[in-house]
């Protein structure tokens, strides 16, 4: 069955450090999004993203925050200088069509920790 | 508000017994899906329902949608010990927003 992946699955970084959040969404899929949550909250989301541009964002998603599809497959989430509260599972998700429409597929998320 | 509410917020049961779980929200539909999360994982899609559809079944689950009450109600019957997780309702507005978006869910624990 066909899944997203994201790597890594956990990354510790220093304060004020640039981290890239990995995804490889589902080959045939066109919306890809991100999403976090943070320890014991409710899943946020981040970050929508279809041919190629940012077609919605959310408050969260300041100028610290920018995604890229680099290449035919992989999906990223830069973090330009992290901050404590960015602390947070991070998750990427793609859908054949415009996510609310239809099921989307989340990957397993990658575990951001801010020292 | 683009989310629904989930009700209860927990809700503890012993294994082999139903588990109903509820999603209110404020304006028209196109749809509502539901999505479970296991502890620190990623969403896991169960089911979507259309708004002209008033129940619809997947293995032990159950959905029924009433949109004059603006509500749905997940249903998982005779649960098991495996079914503990949070839950998740997610609709889609008639407003043409693109994106999933997530209440504070119901976590179900169920006691073997």
């Known amino acids: 069955e066909p899944e997203v992946t994201q790597t890594p699955s956990h990354q510790v970084t220093q304060m004020g450090q640039e981290v890239i959040l990995r995804c490889v969404p589902i080959s045939n899929h066109l919306y890809f999004y991100w999403y976090r949550q943070i320890l014991g909250q409710k899943v946020e989301f981040l970050v929508s993203?279809?041919?190629?541009?940012?077609?919605?964002k959310s408050e969260i998603f300041d100028d610290q925050f920018s995604v890229e599809r680099p290449d035919g497959s992989n999906f990223t989430l830069k973090i330009r200088s992290t901050k404590l509260e960015d602390s947070a599972m991070y998750f990427c998700?793609?859908?054949?069509?415009?996510?609310?429409?239809?099921?989307?597929?989340f990957g397993q998320g990658t575990r951001l920790t801010v020292v | 508000s683009q989310q629904g509410e989930e009700d209860p917020q927990a809700l503890s049961i012993q294994e082999g017994e139903n588990a109903t779980m509820n999603c209110s929200y404020k304006?028209?539909?196109?749809?509502l899906q539901w999505y479970r999360q296991n502890s620190g994982r990623g969403l896991v899609h169960l089911i979507l329902?259309?708004?002209?559809?008033r129940e619809k079944h997947s293995g032990r689950l159950r959905v029924t949608l009433d949109t004059s009450k603006k509500s749905s109600s997940l249903l998982i019957t005779a649960s098991r010990a495996a079914d503990t997780a949070s839950y998740f309702c997610?609709?889609?507005?008639?407003?043409?927003?693109?994106?999933?978006?997530f209440g504070a869910g119901t976590r179900l624990a169920v006691h073997p």
């Open positions: 993203f279809y041919n190629n541009e940012i077609s919605e």
């Open positions: 998700a793609s859908s054949a069509e415009q996510g609310a429409w239809t099921e989307a597929f």
């Open positions: 997610a609709p889609s507005f008639s407003g043409g927003y693109n994106k999933l978006i």
């Open positions: 329902i259309r708004s002209n559809e």
């Open positions: 304006t028209s539909i196109n749809n």
